[in-house]
């Protein structure tokens, strides 16, 4: 047995990646750690998108004892540097030359007042519909381009007793879907100007009102399933062929090819209805706190193997990503992710690259968390009106901090 170098320490990371999936890309990152001969203490938490995951770390930093690192993202990242407790990590990302690797909107995100202090994983796009080919095939149908068509291939697919939409009780899920359908029916400049800049006639329209309705009328074609139930098993479904359809990000992936199907032929990625100019994105990173001297090294040692051009390779084959450097070669990934990674460029270069609030991207976290009260109850409470629940996301759109 080798033995471990004298800079041995302990990495401990907060993160929910927790589905078979996830895990396994997961895996690739705890291997590379211990070869180096550090320790990994895993802190995981089960609850996809963050929210109990988010709570756990703010008891961890406020009681002075943050983990090495966690799996926060976009604003989040602002936040926490902002208040101090993130690490500096502008010496090995020059020495790695991360500005020269990594697109902007990336560095962007993982730098506050020009340091990094995160490294960034992936890329996910959220902005897909999946759909399993032999239940398109049987009700001898296209991909759906819009929510139209989608509306029709849904009723269709209900008649031959397949459920149109794979669902769960994750309510992260409803603005998922909601901030899917605002691009899809009102496009990229309405999401920014609504969401991003918060803009009181954007949200009180017509396409406002438009959209809330769209949103409301997929729930009749979701399928049964009760609050437990998480997108996981609702991605099993689609893949079983139990639901036909899913709107999620491509982490869904991860699932597809763990169950041995391929994406691109068992089941199709196509962009979200009505929305194939535009791309929602969702970096992951790990933040890096600040931690004790006898860690540092290992710290050091975690970021440079996230940044790792194998690395990034083999986790975004096995996420369902694309890799944030841009120096890795797409030929061994599959189709999907090699559309991801030509509309994630024209995007870039259209303008249309926009921020998923859901997954931590773009917004404050506390002005995400008014939104989404906002989106849970229009969603749950039959009773609700389209004006009402816009009536509601004026207010909070009027409380939220100003826009940077
Ligand atoms: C994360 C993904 C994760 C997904 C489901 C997203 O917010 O960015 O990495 O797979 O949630 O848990």
Redesign the pocket.
Known sequence: MLAAPCHAGEVEVLH??T?GG?AGALAQLKTSIRSKGHAWKDFAVAD???GLAMTLLSSRVMSGNPPTAAQI?GASIQEWANAGKLANIDALARAEQWDALLPKIVIDTMKFNGHYVAAPLNV?RVNWLWVNAAALKKVNAKLPTTWEEFFTVAAAMRKVGIAPLAYSGQSWLDLGTFETVVIGIAGADFYRRAFMQRDPAALDSAQMEQVLLTFKRIKQYTEPHNKNRD?VAATASLIKGDAGMQLM?D?AKSEITAAGKVPGVDILCTAAPGSSGAFTF?I?SLALFKVSAANQAAQQDLAKAVMGKDFQQAFNLA?GSIPVRQDVKMDRFDECARQSSKDFAASAKRGTLLPSFT??MGLPYATTLAIWDVIRQYWNQDSMSAKEAMRRLAKVAAQAPAPR
């Open positions: 929910f990646w589905s996830e996809g998108g963050g993202k996910h997108w990000g982490w969702d992951d996420k997954h931590g």
